[in-house]
């Protein structure tokens, strides 16, 4: 797919929000289902590696891992109207899908040790990273889906690689494990994930 060029950022449109607000709102529905639906699982699995589980805890990574909303931001000022915005929406909402069956079929508890109470400011923070996330929806990880999806397509829109944007999913796929939110697996499904999710969808409708 040939790249369009990237004009200077501009105010997104209403409208462009809008298609934002509705793709997350479907992605959060099917998150928050998929994650009830595990509760009441016969039978939950566990899919990691016996190291893991000496991955030390870094609460402070939680700020990083929180991040991920503000992705979006250079992601509207590159994509400011719903035209170029709905591949993006459509592709969420599939990755969405995607992750809510795999969630679905195979609910899995963490393998991570228990730990003593975190205090102080990165306590704070990474309490609230716990309570946004649910039960038993680790693999694939969406943090590393929509992070990773955000980068790739915004280095297609700039026509060359967006490092920046690179390294902010790299570093929030890394802020999953620190903050004993995802194994190394869940973290690879994410990846695969948002590379088919971005081939077979975004690119698809983006032409």
């Not at 991570?112 to 946004?132: A, C, K, M, Y």
């Not at 996330?133 to 829109?157: E, Q």
Request: hydrophobic share 55%.
């Amino acid at each position: 797919m040939a790249a369009a060029p990237l004009s200077r950022a501009v105010k997104p449109e209403p409208a462009a929000l809008g298609l934002v607000a509705l793709a997350l709102a479907v992605y959060w529905a099917l998150y928050a289902l998929s994650a009830r639906l595990g509760d009441f699982a016969a039978t939950r699995y566990h899919f990691y590696f016996e190291w893991e589980r000496n991955i030390p805890l870094v609460p402070a990574a939680a700020l990083v891992y929180l991040s991920i909303t503000f992705m979006l931001i250079p992601l509207l000022q590159a994509l400011p109207t719903a035209r170029q915005l709905w591949p993006v929406a459509v592709t969420l909402i599939f990755q969405g899908l995607v992750a809510s069956l795999c969630f679905w079929l195979v609910p899995l508890e963490d393998g991570f040790p228990s730990h003593p109470p975190v205090t102080g400011w990165d306590g704070r923070i990474w309490e609230l990273s716990n309570q946004l996330a649910l039960r038993h929806n680790y693999f694939p990880s969406l943090h590393v889906t929509l992070a990773t999806s955000a980068a790739l397509v915004l280095s297609r829109r700039r026509g060359r690689v967006d490092w920046p944007m690179v390294l902010w999913a790299a570093a929030i796929a890394l802020s999953t494990l620190f903050v004993h939110q995802h194994h190394v697996a869940d973290v690879l499904g994410g990846l695969v994930l948002a590379l088919a999710g971005v081939h077979l969808v975004y690119d698809r409708l983006a032409k």
